[in-house]
């Protein structure tokens, strides 16, 4: 057993959450290792999740835009055809690039990056056994960032084979597109990929057991229109149904479904079917019954608000404890968690962390909901506006969705923004600033915005909160 000098901060995972810890963890002066035993950094994010997830999801949309969305722009395209290789290629180039450059930030900090499966175990002391080589490396510790992420949640009795029945991580490495294909969940992931194999040819039909679709935390409207304006590209929905049973075994997959509320079944045929219904906290491996730290009845490790679990120098960060599984929730997470070890103090603000969905149109939310608003008992105002309305959504023959505001009646302050446009993920980072910054929908409709930009229907829609806008 090889053992390390002492290290201040070993930190389990190396996805956005623990990457992020161990490289603010080195800059704040503390001798760091991060642990990962995937053989690359970036997580979940970077290898299989967001990052090539948003090149498919942007070049299906390119070749979707040059099939069908061209010709009335006054330009003739013939014979496009998909090279499904190469975009697989694309996909996988983007991703390599980031996932060796955190590499190489961890050299710039000083980061020890150790390949291999870590486990606790004990308070100070991570043992690994490295993806090569045989012998154990014993890490002694001052303090333990747990940071290992999640995996899909199974759905009982449809084995997962990545190629007839896939999760995400499957979806986005499909060597054809198939002929047709089920989604079972109508979340992010189910949208967002059922976007992309829509885009390239297949007949997609998504099963969503809740009567909306868009996952928790969407707003009602928006989820609406959301669907709606998915529906109208060609993907079939069917709400409160329920996925009874699978059957793989023969060439495709069969589902019987049930309708929930008046429980008629019937059976869907796909060639591929996508599950998505959620993520689930993973700890396999970590060794924690050697410490006792606990789970919650999800899975989740329970923690304080300081990120510290039944040990105080043992903090548990991202996706395998509670809140939303977003790579920048994890990031902001993982700052503040190298910051109340080396300075005692830290912070995330959980009230303006923004959701972005990449369908297109994009769906971005930050605040609460109206559903969210009412539920308090708070009074309030809500303005909208249509990107119809607006000059260059125009411009761009991209007009479909709206920007939605809620505000305090009393106070005029912003308590939700929620957009359904093209652009809507860039555009709400202004949402989060006037949520962080306290603003108010009039300090929003007195700012100017440039024009003609699409975010023009962000002020304007701010206009109609406190007032009346004027384009619409
Ligand atoms: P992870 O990224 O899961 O990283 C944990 C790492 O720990 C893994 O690499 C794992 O190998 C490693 N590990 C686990 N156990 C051990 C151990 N014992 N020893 C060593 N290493 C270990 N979020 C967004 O914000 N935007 C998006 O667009 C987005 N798109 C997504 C698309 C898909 C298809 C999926 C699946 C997820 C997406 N997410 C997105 C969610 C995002 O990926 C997660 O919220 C984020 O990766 C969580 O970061 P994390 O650091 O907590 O965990
Ligand atoms: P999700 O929780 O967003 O959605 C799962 C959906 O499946 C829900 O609508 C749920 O009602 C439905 N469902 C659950 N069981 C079902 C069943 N038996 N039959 C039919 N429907 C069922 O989960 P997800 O889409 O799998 O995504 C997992 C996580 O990854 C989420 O937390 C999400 O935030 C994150 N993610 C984020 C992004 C992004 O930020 N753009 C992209 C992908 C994933």
Known sequence: LATET???????GGG????????????????????????????????????PSKSLLNNSHIYHQIKHDISHRGIEVDNVTLNLQQMMAAKDKSVKGLTS????????NGVQYVKGTGTIVNENEVKVQPLEGSEEISLKTKNIIIATGSEATPFKGLEIDEKKVVTSTGAIALEKVPKKMVVIGGGIIGLE?????SRLGAEVTVVEFLGAIGGPGMDADIAKTTQRILQKQGIKFKTATKV???????????????????????????DVVLVAIGRRPYTEGLGLENVGIEKDERGRIII?????????????IGDVTFGAMLAHKAEEEGIAAAEYISKGYGHVNYGAIPSVMYTHPEVAWVGQ???????????????TFPFLANSRAKTNLDTDGLVKFIADKETDRVLGIHIIGAGAGEMIAEGVLA????????DIARTSHAHPTLSEAFKEAAMATCGKAIHA
């Open 244 to 270: 009874l049973s699978g059957d793989a075994s023969g060439e495709g997959v069969k589902l019987e479904i049930e309708n929930v509320k008046n429980q008629k079944t019937d059976t869907l045929e796909a």
């Open 193 to 197: 990929m059922g976007s992309v194999w």
């Open 16 to 51: 956005p959450g623990g990457y992020v810890a161990a490289i603010k963890a080195a800059q704040l002066g503390l001798k760091t290792a991060c642990v990962e035993k995937r053989g690359a950094l970036g997580g979940t994010c970077l290898n299989v999740g967001c990052i």
């Open 101 to 108: 450059g955190i590499e190489t930030l961890f050299k710039q």
């Open 435 to 442: 949520i962080e910054y306290g603003a108010s929908s009039e």
């Open 369 to 383: 909901t109206e559903q969210e608003v009412k539920q308090s008992g708070k009074e309030y105002v809500v303005g």
């Open 304 to 316: 304080d608000q300081e990120y510290r679990t039944k040990h105080s120098n043992i903090r548990v």
């Open 6 to 12: 002492e290290h201040d901060v070993v930190v389990i």
